[in-house]
């Protein structure tokens, strides 16, 4: 079901391991919670810079924890990922521009945008590929259902300023909501907004949306 009045705006990077969570979990309730899902790709640097925040892989404890805290929140979401290694080196703008050359193509549904961004995480927190090369983004757009011909075309469209402008300009509306890192979730009922930090609010948005929070699987049967 879906109701005008209820939307979650998710903004996320596929550099943010949290985003992917957050991510799949929203994904597995569009047909739980009576609401609308917003995908908006962001840019975490941008992000990051526009609120004076600074990146977690930076630092060293953050990153310690990390490690342990997403192999046990992999385990209990049931996203298989690993931490690949150099993780503050990582510059996700060229996949988050084919993901929103992505958006551009498919205003309507959105399931397209979907695919490619999962794809492009399991590349880089499960098999730790590559995610910037034109034949990598080739073979996401692939195995997500586009055609070789429709990803070249989404290839040169990535690198337009229409879509350089398109990334920043969602970036920036993160931002507006005082945004601060990702994932960052908007969720809008009847007009009021409440924003949420993360992939642990999912009860909390639950409770704001008058809709129940039934776990990570909410399609599985109950013990």
Same mark, same amino acid.
């Given at each position: 079901?879906?109701?005008?009045?209820?939307?979650?705006?998710?903004?996320?990077?596929?550099s943010s391991?949290?985003s992917?969570?957050?991510?799949?979990?929203?994904? +597995?309730?569009?047909?739980?919670?009576?609401?609308?899902l917003k995908?908006?790709?962001?840019?975490?640097?941008?992000?990051?810079?526009?609120s004076g !925040?600074?990146?977690?892989g930076? !630092?060293? +404890?953050?990153?310690?924890?990390m490690?342990?805290?997403?192999? %046990?929140?992999?385990?209990?979401?049931?996203?298989?990922?690993?931490?690949p290694?150099?993780?503050?080196?990582?510059?996700?703008?060229?996949?988050?521009?084919?993901?929103?050359a992505?958006?551009?193509?498919?205003?309507?549904?959105?399931d397209?945008?979907?695919?490619?961004? +999962?794809e492009?995480?399991?590349?880089?927190?499960?098999?730790?590929?590559?995610?910037?090369?034109?034949?990598?983004?080739?073979?996401?757009?692939?195995k997500?259902? #586009?055609?070789?011909?429709?990803?070249?075309?989404? %290839?040169?469209?990535?690198?337009?300023?229409?879509?350089?402008?398109?990334?920043?300009?969602?970036?920036?509306?993160?931002?507006?909501?005082?945004?601060?890192?990702l994932? #960052?979730?908007?969720?809008?009922?009847?007009?009021?907004?409440e924003?949420?930090?993360?992939s642990?609010?999912?009860?909390?948005?639950?409770?704001? %949306?008058?809709?129940?929070?039934?776990?990570?699987?909410?399609?599985?049967?109950?013990?």
């Open positions: 079901m879906i109701s005008s009045g209820k939307v979650i705006k998710l903004f996320y990077d596929i391991p949290y992917w969570l957050a991510f799949e979990v929203l994904c +597995r309730y569009k047909n739980v919670w009576n609401m609308e995908l908006k790709p962001a840019h975490l640097a941008g992000v990051m810079y526009g !925040n600074q990146h977690p930076l !630092n060293p +404890r953050t990153l310690l924890y490690t342990s805290d997403l192999t %046990l929140l992999s385990q209990y979401f049931g996203v298989p990922m690993h931490q290694e150099n993780l503050s080196k990582t510059d996700s703008l060229i996949p988050m521009h084919f993901v929103t992505v958006a551009e193509k498919d205003k309507d549904g959105g397209l945008v979907e695919k490619v961004s +999962r492009l995480w399991k590349r880089m927190w499960s098999t730790h590929q590559d995610i910037v090369q034109p034949a990598s983004l080739t073979e996401v757009g692939i997500a259902g #586009f055609s070789a011909t429709e990803v070249e075309d989404i %290839l040169i469209l990535a690198k337009s300023q229409q879509i350089k402008d398109k990334l920043t300009s969602i970036t920036n509306e993160a931002l507006e909501y005082k945004c601060f890192g994932p #960052f979730i908007v969720v809008q009922v009847d007009g009021k907004a924003v949420f930090f993360g642990d609010k999912f009860e909390l948005m639950a409770y704001f %949306l008058g809709e129940k929070w039934l776990g990570p699987h909410p399609t599985k049967p109950s013990v």
